[in-house]
């Protein structure tokens, strides 16, 4: 089934009692506040990112250098939204998929050669894992389908979460941004974020593909502000 933004990530509510901490490949959407568009804009079908946009990427990009834990899978960064996969794994997974950020790009986990289909700002490059490699990643990254979930309770924020993760980048953006622009206190996220939890390969295809074809889709996206009621 073709991905459908309505019905797979735009939610806010994390699914009660998951462990958001524990191995797995999660698809996050970030708006800006009152989805003001502060990254750039789309020129024939194509992100062009400004100033704003770029730290944003950076700040993406830098997320593995924070939590050890984490590998980068597509993203993009839109307008007034940004759209990531995120991957936590443990140490020992982390190891095998080390050498795709020696050059500081941060993407990884595609079997395909996507390389030139994300050329020319359409989408973030994936390094070009081997089968094999896809297959071990894979195995430990998918969320549980069936019962027997770890159950949690949540004080605040727990460390290494996803909840932790994506306040870390709001945090480090929201400061880079206002820095270079001169501003202090200015609100750039919104509070909350989406989130959808991938559970499957072919899930983990349509979202990449989703992803990489928000750009073009952009007229009729929904964070797209002429389309607010």
């Given at each position: 089934?073709?991905?459908?933004?309505?019905?797979?990530?735009?939610?806010?509510?994390?699914?009660?009692?998951?462990?958001?901490?524990?191995?797995?490949?999660?698809?996050?959407?970030?708006?800006?506040?009152?989805?003001?568009?502060?990254?750039?804009?789309?020129?024939?079908?194509?992100?062009?990112?400004?100033?704003?946009?770029?730290?944003?990427?950076?700040?993406?990009l830098s997320i593995p250098r924070h939590f050890q834990s984490v590998e980068l899978d597509?993203?993009?960064?839109?307008?007034?939204?940004?759209?990531?996969?995120?991957?936590?794994?443990?140490?020992?997974?982390?190891?095998?998929?080390?050498?795709?950020?020696?050059?500081?790009?941060?993407?990884?986990?595609?079997?395909?050669?996507?390389?030139?289909?994300?050329s020319d700002g359409k989408g973030e490059a994936l390094a070009n894992f081997n089968y094999?490699?896809?297959?071990?990643?894979?195995?430990?990254?998918?969320?549980?389908?069936?019962?027997?979930?770890?159950?949690?309770?949540?004080?605040?924020?727990?460390?290494?979460s996803l909840a932790a993760i994506i306040q870390n980048y709001k945090s480090v953006s929201?400061?880079?941004?206002?820095?270079?622009?001169?501003?202090?206190?200015?609100?750039?996220?919104?509070?909350?974020?989406?989130?959808?939890?991938?559970?499957?390969?072919?899930?983990?295809?349509?979202?990449?593909?989703?992803?990489?074809?928000?750009?073009?889709?952009?007229?009729?996206?929904?964070?797209?502000?002429?389309?607010?009621?």
């Amino acid at each position: 089934m073709p991905y459908n933004p309505e019905i797979h990530h735009r939610r806010s509510i994390r699914l009660k009692g998951y462990d958001y901490s524990q191995i797995g490949a999660y698809f996050v959407t970030i708006c800006t506040h009152h989805r003001n568009c502060l990254f750039g804009e789309i020129v024939d079908g194509e992100m062009k990112l400004n100033t704003n946009g770029e730290v944003a990427r950076g700040c993406w990009l830098s997320i593995p250098r924070h939590f050890q834990s984490v590998e980068l899978d597509e993203f993009l960064i839109m307008p007034n939204h940004v759209h990531g996969i995120i991957i936590i794994v443990n140490s020992e997974a982390k190891q095998d998929f080390s050498q795709s950020f020696s050059d500081g790009k941060g993407e990884a986990l595609a079997k395909q050669d996507f390389s030139q289909s994300f050329s020319d700002g359409k989408g973030e490059a994936l390094a070009n894992f081997n089968y094999q490699q896809q297959q071990n990643l894979s195995s430990q990254c998918f969320a549980p389908t069936v019962p027997g979930i770890k159950q949690v309770k949540i004080n605040g924020t727990k460390p290494q979460s996803l909840a932790a993760i994506i306040q870390n980048y709001k945090s480090v953006s929201t400061r880079r941004v206002n820095r270079i622009n001169k501003a202090q206190g200015n609100v750039i996220w919104q509070r909350n974020f989406h989130e959808h939890i991938i559970r499957n390969e072919e899930e983990l295809k349509n979202i990449r593909q989703y992803i990489v074809n928000n750009p073009i889709n952009w007229a009729e996206d929904e964070e797209n502000p002429v389309n607010v009621n």
